[in-house]
């Protein structure tokens, strides 16, 4: 017997099975009902008693190799049959690192949802913009200085007539006029994008950076609808608790016009080097639309009013993400742009 059991012992690793039927044989030959390890149990019945211990424990020893030899063809097969009959070539080989949105597209998006819950839809208007959409109609005089070249980036342009030139917007504001021209009022949108402005890079200052646009034109509106929706929108993006304040300003579209500042949500309104020491920080401009630019986008100014606001989505990023240096936004260093993998 104990022959036996040392034959089936070296022999265990000669033992294959290439599918599931191979397997099931070789369960039946040793370790079925009527298989190899079964019948050497009976046979133990009959060794003598002084044998019965060291018989035994090598018995064990076989009975546990051979279960241990079964597992391991059994996995064997069953990751082969895998291979052949769910092969899937698209699947991604693991383990996946998955990528973070930017923080730029994570606060943006965070803003679009705000204003889309107040019930403002989304606009979107070309980067590479005209001088009609960009200045004109929006009651820039010929002679502003924010058309000079040291602002814009000039596509293509004409000294003679300002109105022809092709130019990279410098505001999404431009995408107010684009809306006014395709309106069926009242209307009520946000037009998110790119913005580009003729300045050196720096820490403060860059090239390009993200606006986004509202504007609301119905028959009835008012500067305390305005403040309102600008409070509603302060308090879902920076806490319950922030404050707003709105200091007069000017922008060639709006009249009035205002710029707004919230309490510093870095030190909480105490006064810290973010807010230079002041507790508020502006955020965006704001105004009534002017009525030149009702009328010039052919929208009679006595029957319809407005509200407009234009803010910079770098600056709210900075803000609420304690950022500190615009050109951390472009410079896709994935340090910076992991820190961002739980925000969204
Ligand atoms: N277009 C302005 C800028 O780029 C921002 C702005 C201010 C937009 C006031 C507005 C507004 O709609 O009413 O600085």
Known sequence: MLEKINQLMEGLKELHAQNAEELEALRIKYLGRK????????????????????????????????????????????????????????????????????PLTIV????????????????????????????????????????DMQDTFFVNSDENDVTRNVILRTHTSSVQVRAMENAELPLR??????????????????CFFHQIEGLYIDKDVSFADLKQVLLTFAREMFGPETKIRLRPSYFPFTEPSAEMD???????????????????????????????????????????????????????????????DLRLFSENDLRFLDEFKAAY
């Open 262 to 324: 919230i309490s510093c949500n870095i030190c909480g309104g105490k006064g810290c080097s973010f807010c230079k020491h002041t507790g508020w920080v502006e955020i965006l401009g704001c105004g009534m639309v002017d009525p030149n630019v009702l009328e010039a986008n052919d929208i009679d100014s006595k029957v319809y009013k407005g509200y407009a606001f234009g803010l910079g989505v770098e600056r709210i990023t900075n803000l609420k993400y304690r950022v500190n």
């Open 189 to 206: 949108v946000v037009c998110p994008g790119r913005v580009y402005r003729n300045e050196a890079i720096s820490a403060r200052a860059h």
């Open 35 to 102: 298989g190899a390890l079964n019948d050497l149990m009976a046979e133990f019945r009959n060794v003598p008693g002084e044998q019965k211990r060291e018989m035994g424990i090598r018995l064990n020893q076989l009975k546990n190799a051979l279960q241990e030899r079964f597992n391991e063809l059994k996995q064997a097969v069953v990751s082969d049959d895998g291979n052949q009959d769910d092969l899937d070539l698209t699947r991604t080989p693991y383990p996946v690192s998955l990528g973070t949105r930017h």
């Open 108 to 147: 943006q998006n965070q803003i679009l949802d705000i204003f889309g819950r107040l019930g403002f839809s989304i606009a979107e208007g070309p980067e590479v913009e005209d001088d009609l959409h960009v200045f004109t109609r929006l009651n820039f005089a010929a002679d502003h200085p924010a058309r």
